[in-house]
């Protein structure tokens, strides 16, 4: 029945958010991390796997893409995207 808060020499167990395993603090990256290295380290990768996918879905579909773009800039009041050669480009 220890508050562990008033005892800081034996840091406590944390709960990741993401795999919600209890790890001791060293799992975690700092203190106020929610979410231990590992789950961070499957995050980045998946994100860089976001990235390369979402490049190709655009190759895949440009037009439609600098369409939706133009649409989302003019909707939030900013200056279309110069376009860069825009030979391609009606
Ligand atoms: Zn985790």
Avoid: W
């Avoid at 490049?55 to 773009?69: P, R």
């Amino acid at each position: 029945m220890r508050d562990q808060r008033s005892n800081p020499g034996v840091p406590a167990d944390r709960t990741c958010d993401r795999c919600g395993e209890a790890k001791p603090p060293s799992d975690f990256s700092n203190r106020e991390a929610s979410v231990c290295r590992r789950c961070r380290r499957i995050a980045r990768f998946s994100r860089a796997a976001r990235r390369a996918a979402i490049a190709h879905l655009i190759a895949a579909h440009q037009a439609e893409y600098e369409a939706l773009l133009r649409r989302e800039q003019a909707k939030q009041g900013q200056p279309p995207t110069e376009r860069r050669g825009g030979s391609d480009v009606v």
